[in-house]
């Protein structure tokens, strides 16, 4: 996923520089040349890079928190912080915010209040084995949150700041939340980025939580969406919580359905105040601007909100694995499987030659895994590799994933992986298996600067999770100099059966007889 | 290196469902020069006031106007249309292919023979290349080639690297030509279409599209229906070397080529790869009506699949993108569930009530077939009957009163303002240049277009929801778990079950 596609990104910083000294184009600068850094006082870092071809302009703004910054009993907080964050601010999404405060106010006392009870009384109701009646108390408290809930709703201007963005040509606009990093992003004519500068700094500064316990709703239906009822969803779930058993990695980003369903708005708001000032932000701006007016910009919006405490330090390391873990998940579906090692994230010296085996196992129609498993022995409709799941900012895992081509089982297509794996030790890779590697990884830099919002999404990430987006710019020299030796070495300390976790889907067919044609009165 | 939707990393915060009103864009104006001019002025003007005080509701902006370069278009002997635009900021290039064929010429017993032709066309060899010599090469050289079917045409792709530009289209252009269709090849991919088949209901939501589909068209109508293990099993190499000599001919391709190349010498180099290629006869898209009687009237289906969630469309067929009407009902589309957020359907069902994640409604039309105008949502079991009834209350509501004048302005301005995003490259704007030609519609078409959302009222909204949003012909369908469905459903009308066959 992310690790290797990032690297070619900004590695392309050189490439790119090399490429524009032919006399054809040699007026572009190197992207390296190009970016332009500004630290905000209250730490806020941006990153510009100039590109005039068209009025656009591609903005990510990215920050250092996500699923593994969440307390147990509390996963999908920073998903549903994210959601929140489109609900407006004092100004923005209101009628009028001082009346609405206060009811907002008793409106999560009184929710905050009820869930509690709930919870008690149904806890009851099951210790004593009765059906489950919520009290008199308990029912009046359900009527009082309705109301408020309602008077509440009569303040709300709907969506008014994502209307504002749409009405002024703004594409693209959305937010995702990962294990180590939020991000959110719009594209937008490029004279309407003081629009921009303002929505977003009034958020970072007096987010309003409003619509909270409908928006819960709105992301246990996502959870249902994606996790529920998607067999790589819940696939994936299951496999990468037996991987990671102390890390927060094994977490679901989305959450549990029950954590999901007890956030509160308390929590909310504090998780907010925890990790979403301007020093925990970076902001990549690409397109049509000038970089000092940008600043000056920033710098009067955002460069008035005060820091916030350094955010608290990640304490909980996954433990070695010691012996293979196997995990099956039964769903109405065909089958599949994926199959996990743990390894060093970015930064440690071996990542660059997984980076290498990711490539030479699975990239395009020649690749050792593709060419063996699907092409010639027909054991397997697709095979994929991953070497950074599920995040980067800790210890990861490389993933192979593959789906068996019928009559053919799982156990085949692993049997088989794994002797390709066994065939990295005994069959060194050849120079033209490594040259294709670098060739791709070049060509792939390149075309990534065909975006702005690529761009902005490679510099903000890897500002982000490494610390600068200069990171890379060595990655592709890094990952050049990986020897035939080097991957024999790593397939033999990580690709172990004792460092693996395997998930397999099975396919099972729900009880409920169906009926043939069958209708329905009503 | 990606392995689909599942990772953990990327949680979307909201669907953009159905994306924007799917009308085709095109912006004109100045030239580019005056242009990035007009724009420093006008960021430095902006940025001169104290931006800091705006109030982000009532900051106003000029226009970005703004003139795309345009395209040369050369037409070689035999019939072949090149546009051509130049564009030097990255070393590489793309080619881009439109074919006058497509899976509506798929005959009833061999549904799946397009697609698979499109595949082997790819991976079988050429007359000079073995397959494998032809992915080793792409691969060495980091170049990408595509070939695929649609249902009203076929494309092909190369991203290539400037240095690589020649050996690249002499590939390109021998598999477009004189494909092998490899028969090692030929197995493979009828295997991997015989698998898609059997986890084609693995998901709830490739059921409800499929059925959808059905739904509306009737399942042997080219927009409906599907590959069966019969109809896959049936197809011989035999068979796709004929679909490819009867309807890739150089008389019924587009070309487009954008990138860092120099125009004559392109041309040259098109001319060697394609000059000699004769000219064939090239079917025209000819996609059969659905009977009125059998689209007039409305249904309730469901498909009993155990899940979490009801997936529930709610729609009928509709215009074609010609029909005059057409830009009417795609911003009254945009109003009731199209432009997300901005939308009625997104505000009620998702942000006020909190019944779905995914919510909206699309139209998709063509100048070829009748569209399908639907309204959709995933929401859990106890809210699908709140969620229908939502769907009916707001189309009725677009038919019943004018939408309010700041919704119209709102949508015109979004329409208007995002405009320039449909041309910020040079292979976006040769494409649409493409598409057009193909479609057989003027180039100033999108012009026309803008003009006509520019001129809407609120009244023509009203009357095309009123001509095209009809409650007699609503087909509901919703893929969840079945005992309770046919219950939550009665309400709509005459319920019955659609069966699936097991298709492994």
């Given amino acids: 996923m992310i690790n290797m596609k990032r690297a070619r990104m900004v590695a392309c910083l050189i490439v790119v520089a090399a490429l524009t000294t032919a006399p054809s184009h040699a007026s572009s600068p190197s992207l390296a040349d190009r970016v332009i850094e500004h630290k905000l006082a209250n730490g806020m870092t941006v990153l510009m890079v100039e590109r005039h071809q068209a009025p656009i302009v591609s903005i990510n703004m990215t920050f250092g928190v996500g699923g593994v910054n969440e307390q147990v009993g509390q996963t999908g907080l920073a998903h549903l912080y994210e959601h929140m964050a489109f609900k407006g601010t004092r100004s923005v999404g209101t009628r009028d915010f001082e009346k609405e405060q206060a009811v907002l106010d008793e409106l999560t006392q009184v929710g905050t209040e009820l869930e509690q009870r709930e919870r008690e009384e149904s806890a009851r109701a099951q210790t004593e084995g009765k059906a489950s009646t919520f009290s008199p108390a308990l029912q009046q408290l359900q009527r009082r949150f309705k109301e408020l809930q309602d008077k509440a709703g009569e303040y709300v201007v709907g969506n008014e700041m994502a209307l504002l963005y749409q009405r002024h040509g703004g594409v693209g606009l959305n937010a995702s939340t990962g294990k180590d990093i939020t991000r959110y992003v719009i594209s937008l004519p490029a004279n309407r980025l003081p629009l921009w500068a303002s929505l977003e700094s009034d ?42 058993q102390a890390h927060q990695y094994g977490v679901p980003t989305i959450g549990w359905g029950s954590d999901i369903l007890s956030l509160t708005p308390a929590a909310t708001e504090a998780f907010f105040k925890t990790y979403y000032g301007p020093n925990n932000a970076t902001v990549a701006i690409v397109g049509d601007i000038n970089p000092k007016e940008v600043i000056a910009l920033i710098e009067g919006t955002f460069g008035k909100i005060p820091s916030a405490p350094p955010i608290p330090t990640l304490v909980t390391e996954e433990p070695p694995q010691r012996g293979e873990r196997r995990v099956e998940i039964e769903f109405d579906a065909e089958p599949a499987l994926a199959i996990g090692y743990h390894k060093p994230t970015i930064g440690h010296p071996d990542d660059f030659v997984f980076d290498v085996i990711d490539e030479v196992l ?19 409709a697709s095979v994929l590799s991953d070497t950074n799941y599920p995040g980067v900012r800790a210890p990861n895992l490389f993933v192979i994933a593959a789906t068996p081509l019928a009559p053919h089982t799982t156990a085949e297509v692993e049997a088989a992986i794994y002797e390709e794996l066994e065939r990295l030790k005994t069959e060194p890779i050849s120079a033209k298996e490594f040259e294709r590697v670098l060739n791709g990884l070049d060509a792939d830099l390149v075309r990534s600067l065909r975006s702005n919002s690529g761009l902005a999404s490679q510099l903000a990430f890897y500002q982000t999770v490494a610390g600068s987006w200069r990171y890379v710019v060595n990655a592709r020299d890094r990952i050049a100099a990986v020897t035939p030796a080097d991957v024999q070495r790593v397939v033999t300390q990580y690709l172990t059966k004792a460092n693996r976790t395997v998930g397999v889907l099975v396919k099972k067919i729900p009880d409920k007889k169906m009926a043939a044609v069958r209708e329905v009165q009503p | 290196m990606t392995y689909g939707s599942h990772k953990g990393s990327g949680r979307r915060g909201w669907a953009m469902v159905e994306g924007e009103t799917g009308m085709r864009k095109k912006a004109q104006g100045i030239s580019l020069l005056t242009i990035l001019l007009l724009l420093v002025t006008q960021v ?40 051509l635009l130049e564009d030097h900021e990255l070393p590489l290039v793309t080619v881009n292919a439109t074919l006058r064929t497509g899976s509506w010429l798929d005959p009833a017993d061999k549904v799946g023979l397009a697609g698979m032709t499109g595949a082997v066309m790819r991976t079988g060899g050429s007359a000079q290349m073995s397959p494998e010599e032809v992915d080793e090469e792409l691969e060495q050289l980091a170049a990408t080639l595509s070939i695929s079917m649609g249902k009203e045409s076929g494309s092909a792709s190369l991203d290539v690297l400037k240095k690589d530009l020649k050996r690249g289209i002499q590939i390109f252009g021998d598999l477009l030509r004189k494909p092998a269709f490899e028969q090692s090849r030929v197995d493979l991919a009828r295997l991997q279409a015989l698998e898609g088949i059997r986890r084609r209901q693995d998901s709830p939501g490739s059921i409800v599209g499929r059925e959808f589909a059905k739904l509306l068209y009737g399942g042997r109508h080219p927009s409906a229906r599907e590959t069966t293990v019969h109809s ?47 000219k064939g006869t090239v079917p025209d898209v000819t996609i059969p009506a659905v009977p009125e009687t059998d689209f007039k009237s409305s249904a309730v289906r469901f498909v009993n699949k155990d899940t979490s969630q009801t997936h529930l469309r709610v729609g009928h067929l509709t215009i074609k993108e010609t029909d005059p009407d057409y830009v009417a009902v795609a911003i009254a589309n945009d109003i009731l569930g199209g432009s997300s957020f901005r939308s009625r359907l997104f505000n009620d069902v998702r942000t006020k009530r909190g019944l779905a994640y995914s919510v909206g409604s699309g139209l998709r039309a063509s100048v070829y077939d009748q569209g399908v105008w639907l309204m959709r949502a995933e929401t859990k079991l106890s809210s699908t009957q709140e969620v229908v009834n939502r769907f009916v209350a707001n189309m009725e509501r677009m038919r019943n009163e004018p939408v309010t004048d700041l919704e119209l302005e709102e949508a015109k301005e979004a329409y208007v303002n995002s405009f320039v995003f449909s041309f910020t490259s040079a292979s976006s704007i040769v494409s649409r240049l493409m598409d057009l030609e193909y479609d057989g519609l003027p180039k100033d078409w999108l012009q026309q277009i803008r003009d006509k959302v520019v001129n809407l009222t609120k009244e023509d909204i009203q009357q095309a929801a009123r001509a095209h949003f009809n409650p007699d012909r609503l087909r509901i369908l919703a893929v969840g778990s079945g005992e309770a469905l046919s219950k939550v459903l009665a309400g709509f009308g005459d319920v019955k079950e659609i069966t699936l066959a097991p298709e492994s």
Avoid at chain 2, 253 to 271: C, P, R
């Fill in chain 1, 203 to 244: 958020r970072m500064a007096h987010p309003v939580l409003r619509e909270f316990y409908k928006e819960r709703g709105v992301v246990m239906e996502e959870r249902r969406l994606r996790t529920d009822d998607s067999p790589n969803g819940l696939l994936y779930e299951t496999f990468t919580s037996t991987a990671f």
């Fill in chain 1, 362 to 380: 699975t990239e395009g129609v020649t690749s050792r895994l593709y060419s063996s498993l699907v092409r010639d022995k027909r054991l397997a």
């Fill in chain 2, 44 to 83: 430095t003007s902006g940025l001169a006031v104290d931006l800091a005080s705006k109030d982000p509701r009532t900051m106003r902006f000029p226009t970005v106007d703004f003139n795309p370069p345009d395209a040369d278009r050369v037409v070689l002997e035999n019939g072949m249309v090149v546009y």
């Fill in chain 2, 232 to 278: 896959i099993d049936s197809i011989t190499r035999e068979d796709l070397v004929a679909f490819h000599q009867h309807t890739v001919h150089p008389n019924g391709i587009i070309l487009g080529v954008t990138g860092d190349f120099e125009k004559t010498s392109m041309l040259a180099l098109l001319h060697e790869v394609f000059g000699d290629w004769a």
